[in-house]
């Protein structure tokens, strides 16, 4: 059964930077498409990006040229690198790979 493993949240000052990273395991099949979204508290969870096996990328408008998505095929593993962040980037954020959900990581931008 397929299980998703997300590290590298935490607490970080505005403007600093942060990777995230969700490895798959388990996998016996194509993840198609790999992607990150994110809940603040009291909001609905939102997309942050996407990526397909063939590394085409989608990005949410608040996040465009801050954020960069990744992804290895061979480990399963989908990375996101965030730069310039800002209080409202605060939330947890949740890996998802086809249609399985991680369990989320907490990130809290804050001075």
């Known amino acids: 059964q397929v299980h998703l493993v997300e590290s590298g949240g935490g607490l970080v000052q505005p403007g600093g930077s942060l990777r995230l990273s969700c490895a798959a395991l388990?996998?016996?099949?194509?993840?198609?498409?790999m992607g990150w979204y994110r809940q603040a508290p009291g909001k609905q969870r939102e997309l942050v990006a996407t990526?397909?096996?063939?590394?085409?990328?989608n990005y949410a408008d608040s996040i465009q040229g801050r954020f960069i998505i990744s992804r290895d095929n061979a480990a399963n593993t989908v990375y996101l690198q965030m730069d310039s962040l800002k209080p409202e980037d605060t939330g947890v954020y949740y890996c998802?790979?086809?249609?399985?959900w991680g369990q989320g990581i907490q990130v809290t931008v804050s001075s």
């Open positions: 998802k790979a086809n249609s399985v």
């Open positions: 388990g996998v016996d099949f194509a993840i198609l498409v």
């Open positions: 990526i397909t096996r063939s590394k085409d990328t």
